[in-house]
């Protein structure tokens, strides 16, 4: 269960990014990395689309079902993942929150593929604050584990820094100060809040599938139940 848990962790992380390379590839007009935001690749029309700011920009993604699907996925990877590995998950409020959060992380990872943006604009904004909520969860879990296991939650640290701080500049430069990306474009202010959540989930998923990261969550989980602080 642990493994398999761990390698839908993986697949996820591999599908966040496999299905941007292979729809940006597709584009008849070059992709923007650093000003194309990551919702354009699974835009269903081609033609102008109307940002939260600035002019209107030329969306064209002929494998749009194919980044959608790819978020779909990700998304049931993320839950199934969670949900596989609910025996080595910390316990307290911390780790209960977390994987509540990680489960509503995965849901909403899910509902942006099936409701991209040009379908639904205000959907697809509820579905995006799986960013923020995704780093949250990743700060909860490294709370509930960072004294048994110091270096991984050092770097749920930093990435659920990065993740929810990014998300807010992106956010804020959306709607109001672009001068909030600090030189960056609006895609890769999205991306720098996007890709630590997946970064996290292929270090954690590569730890769980051998024997010593196993042992060491375990440890985590017993040491936290046995903890009545924790409770």
């Known amino acids: 269960m642990v493994v398999l848990g761990a390698l839908l962790w993986l697949c996820s992380a591999v599908l966040r990014v496999g299905g941007q390379l292979v729809a940006a590839a597709a584009w008849e ?4 990395w650093d ?3 990551l919702s354009h690749l699974g835009n269903t029309d081609c033609g102008l689309f109307l940002e939260s700011h600035g002019p209107p920009q030329f969306v064209c993604s002929p494998l749009y079902p194919l980044m959608n699907t790819a978020l779909v996925l990700a998304g049931l ?11 080595l998950w910390p316990g307290g ?6 994987y509540v959060l990680m489960l509503t ?8 593929g099936l409701v991209p ?7 697809h904004l509820i579905a995006a604050l799986h960013l923020p909520i995704g780093g949250i969860a990743i700060f909860l879990v490294s709370l509930a584990i960072v004294d048994q296991a110091r270096w991984i939650g050092a770097f749920g640290y930093l990435v659920a820094g990065v993740t929810v701080i990014a998300s807010m500049l992106f956010s804020a430069g959306q709607y109001s100060v672009p001068v909030l990306y600090f030189g960056l474009g609006a895609g890769a202010m999205e991306r720098l809040a996007s890709y630590p959540f997946t970064l996290w989930l292929l270090v954690i998923g590569l730890i769980l599938c051998t024997g010593p990261g196993r042992a ?9 139940a046995a903890d009545p602080r924790a409770a």
């Open 29 to 32: 007009t070059p992709y923007s």
């Open 35 to 37: 000003q194309d935001l």
């Open 77 to 87: 990877g993320v839950i199934g993942g969670t949900l596989l590995l609910r025996g």
């Open 93 to 98: 409020w911390a780790g209960g929150t977390a």
């Open 105 to 112: 992380t995965g849901v909403l990872e899910a509902l942006t």
């Open 117 to 123: 943006e040009n379908i639904s604009r205000t959907v």
């Open 216 to 224: 060491g969550c375990r440890a985590c989980s017993r040491s936290d």
